[in-house]
């Protein structure tokens, strides 16, 4: 099929150039051979009278035309496919859909746990892929190639939809038996601490870490780092070392676990969990359907107050910007 001279297949292709930026691995992911892309980077070329990648030493390079058009094709093969794959109505019952949602393991134990428990019982035959949260996934989001986003909203999208999912604060857990730790920890106590640390990826510069250097002027000293949430507590035990996590995580092990929260007796900063998604599936009527559910296991979470600094705020007036439509299947 052809649209003012462009054969509309070779949108999938210009896409896959655009977005790997190179023939070889353009040709893996659409499945050709390599003479095959070559052919239709070569038309692309012919059509719109630009080269729109370059060679720059061993690597290629979008030309500002190429650059230009990028994000133009995306929202083209996104929209398409938001309006392809998803049916005018969804039925949880007897939907078979696979969901992707990219979230932290602390997202992940205080939320979607709960959330699969609530499909497996009014959507049986659905799947969730959850996802870690990595630097890519910000990319993947704006690309489509995840459903849904769970992240602090520090880390937000600007150009995708979003909502505040609910709120948490950060408390320190030690070991049940360590007698140096009080009951409540004064600045000074925690920066003589040793530390186990959340570090998600290596090179990554953890906000909490930003904050405590531009606000209290030094860094913690820091024994271990982990790459999740859910090691901190474990950690701990058997030794006189201190963790930073969230309250709600830090109830949840405490329940199970030989350690004892500590509250700190200095401004720490707040959490703010956010879900966010492409604004060309807001009308999606399945992801409609699993914000719902995610959102109202989120009030729930906040019906059970965990008490945060500062006045707290009824579940209701939680704001979501922009707001999406709520068509009920």
């Not at 070569?42 to 030309?63: A, N, P, Q």
């Not at 489509?144 to 769970?150: A, K, P, Q």
């Amino acid at each position: 099929m052809h649209f003012r001279g462009l054969d509309l297949n070779l949108l999938v292709a210009l896409d896959a150039l655009l977005d790997e930026r190179s023939v070889t691995a353009a040709g893996r992911k659409l499945h050709l051979s390599q003479s095959a892309t070559s052919s239709a980077l070569g038309r692309l070329r012919r059509h719109f009278g630009d080269k729109l990648l370059i060679s720059v030493g061993r690597h290629m390079e979008l030309t500002p035309y190429g650059l230009k058009l990028s994000g133009a094709v995306r929202a083209i093969l996104l929209q398409i496919d938001a309006s392809l794959k998803a049916p005018a109505a969804f039925d949880p019952l007897s939907s078979t859909r696979r969901f992707t949602i990219a979230a932290s393991d602390y997202a992940v134990n205080v939320l979607l746990l709960e959330v699969q428990r609530r499909c497996a019982r009014q959507a049986p035959d659905i799947s969730l892929e959850i996802q870690p949260v990595h630097e890519g996934a910000l990319t993947a989001l704006h690309r489509g190639e995840i459903d849904l986003l769970i992240l602090p909203d520090r880390y937000r999208l600007e150009s995708c939809p979003a909502e505040i999912l609910f709120r948490d604060r950060l408390v320190c857990v030690t070991a049940a038996d360590n007698r140096t730790a009080p009951e409540s920890l004064t600045l000074a106590q925690f920066k003589a601490a040793d530390h186990v640390v959340f570090q998600p990826e290596a090179g990554h510069v953890i906000a909490f870490d930003t904050w405590l250097r531009q606000h209290y002027h030094f860094e913690p000293r820091v024994k271990l780092s982990l790459p999740s949430y859910s090691l901190l507590p474990l950690a701990v035990i058997g030794t006189e070392r201190l963790a930073t996590l969230p309250a709600r995580l830090a109830k949840l092990y405490a329940a199970t676990l030989p350690i004892r929260i500590i509250e700190p007796a200095f401004p720490m900063p707040p959490m703010v969990e956010i879900l966010q998604w492409h604004a060309a599936h807001a009308d999606d009527f399945g992801l409609q359907w699993l914000r719902r559910m995610i959102d109202g296991i989120a009030d729930e979470l906040l019906l059970e107050r965990v008490p945060l600094a500062g006045p707290a705020r009824p579940a209701r007036q939680r704001r979501r910007t922009p707001a999406p439509s709520r068509h009920r299947a």
